[in-house]
């Protein structure tokens, strides 16, 4: 039997023709159709895939994304962002916080199909990041929390590992200034000034790598990325 999918649209018509085709191609479903019940319901179905409206009562659909992306419990599912807007900038922050793909409406059922195949496909080969990896002379034990530089260990505080850890995890996509704030700092809409803290730390945290700090990628106006040797990257 092929997995459950969760979809997520206020949209109720939308939501029983999507039900109908996944159905039709062997898949189970479970609908909801506000943000605060697809929480409930991702927590305890643990669907394989959820298929999300960005345009929601309550709660939206990135607020949603997000608040999953950060529980471990549910975070490794793969999130599919339906919805009608059709600006780049909708797309950039819905990948940003953790979507795997992003579909406008209106749509064919046949592309949604293809889509929910491809991504289930691309997360069933995604590799975990181990507990502990290497890359180059630098070495990251994440359950230990320690990192060291050619075997001598360096002291960093708990901001910048998990700064570097939270980079290490994107495996080398560019992210945000605005979204290391959220996820490290819980800043949300960020001002210039918390926006700056970013940038401090990540000049620290360069500073303590040494040969290592190229490795740490400035994105001109957006943010960071982390260069990650051949195998570890997506």
Known sequence: MKEKILIVDDEKDIARMLE???KKEGFRTVSCYDGEEALHRARKEKP????????LPGMDGLEVCKVLKKDPAVSAIPIIMLTAKT??????????????????KPFSPRELI???KAVLRRSGEKEKIPEAIAI???AIDFSKITVAVKGKTIELTSKEFELLKTLIEARGRVLSRDYLLDVIWGFGHANE??????DV??????????????????VKNYGYRIQMEEGIRP
């Open 48 to 55: 394989g895939l959820i298929i999300l409206d960005l345009m």
């Open 114 to 116: 293809a889509r929910v």
């Open 201 to 218: 730390h990540i000049r620290t945290l360069r500073k303590k790598l040494k040969k290592e700090a190229s490795r740490i990628i400035t």
């Open 20 to 22: 109908y085709n996944l």
């Open 136 to 138: 180059g002379t630098l």
């Open 87 to 104: 600006q780049e900038t909708d797309k950039v922050v819905g990948l940003e916080v953790g979507a795997d793909d992003y579909i406008t």
């Open 193 to 198: 000034i918390q926006t700056r803290t970013v």
